[in-house]
């Protein structure tokens, strides 16, 4: 069984400050772990993933999350914040086995707010 | 390299009447996943399709279902419309699925 928890549904920072997005995940197998951003009106599009090779994640648009396994956390951030980066956020999870872990299980989201 | 093409963009259905929904997924790529996003539920998981075969489903009811042709394109179809399933679907393509999916816009199903 998977599971994604992201923590603060709505965070807000201000333009050129540290963006800090929350996902703890649960997983019964060796995960495999994404970032998606998904602007209004629009799908998803990927922002990151980790399967299995470098722990520490580098993105589109500056960003970057690192695998942490002791603390089942991949948490998301770039250093300073855009206008532009404000959309929602989902942290997804998938197994690396075949079968029912090939599904991505999403977040609830956290919606990122810039302020001026 | 074309992304992952769904349409329509938008409909309204009325309850009770049926509804097909089709996906065109990047070239080469063989699976094919429907998600639906709604704001109550967030993003679950419909099921997914390999080679023409349904390799995963979700736990959705019945009216649900889909295909996947020979070319990977796939369609899912939604019978016996409730106002519930007012969502946006969306379609994820992946080489094999698992290590990645590259997601369409999405098609805004209203139903009144």
């Known amino acids: 069984a998977q599971s994604v928890t992201q923590l603060g549904s709505h965070v807000s920072v201000s333009e050129g400050a540290l963006v800090l997005l929350r996902c703890n995940y649960s997983s019964s197998v060796p995960p495999y772990l994404f970032w998606y951003v998904q602007y209004p009106n629009q799908g998803l599009q990927l922002l990151l993933k980790y399967t299995s090779a470098a722990t520490l994640v580098k993105g589109i648009n500056g960003f970057e999350a690192e695998f942490k396994k002791s603390e089942t956390s991949f948490h998301l951030t770039k250093p300073s914040a855009h206008m532009s980066d404000a959309a929602e956020y989902f942290c997804a999870v998938s197994g690396i086995s075949s079968g029912s872990a090939r599904q991505l299980t999403f977040g609830s989201g956290t919606q990122l707010t810039v302020l001026p | 390299k074309a992304g992952v093409t769904q349409t329509p963009r938008y409909l309204i259905k009325t309850r009770g009447q049926q509804v097909t929904l089709s996906c065109s997924p990047i070239?080469?790529?063989?699976?094919v996943s429907w998600y639906q996003q709604t704001p109550g539920q967030g993003l679950q998981f419909l099921f997914e399709?390999?080679?023409?075969?349904?390799?995963n489903k979700g736990n959705f009811p019945g009216r649900f279902s889909g295909r996947q042709f020979s070319n990977s394109r796939s369609e899912m179809n939604v019978s016996t419309l409730e106002l519930g399933d007012s969502a946006l679907y969306l379609c994820?393509?992946?080489?094999?699925?698992?290590?990645?999916?590259?997601f369409g816009s999405g098609t805004r199903l209203t139903v009144v």
């Open positions: 399709y390999f080679s023409e075969t349904q390799r």
């Open positions: 994820a393509s992946s080489l094999e699925g698992g290590r990645g999916y590259t």
């Open positions: 070239s080469g790529h063989r699976s």
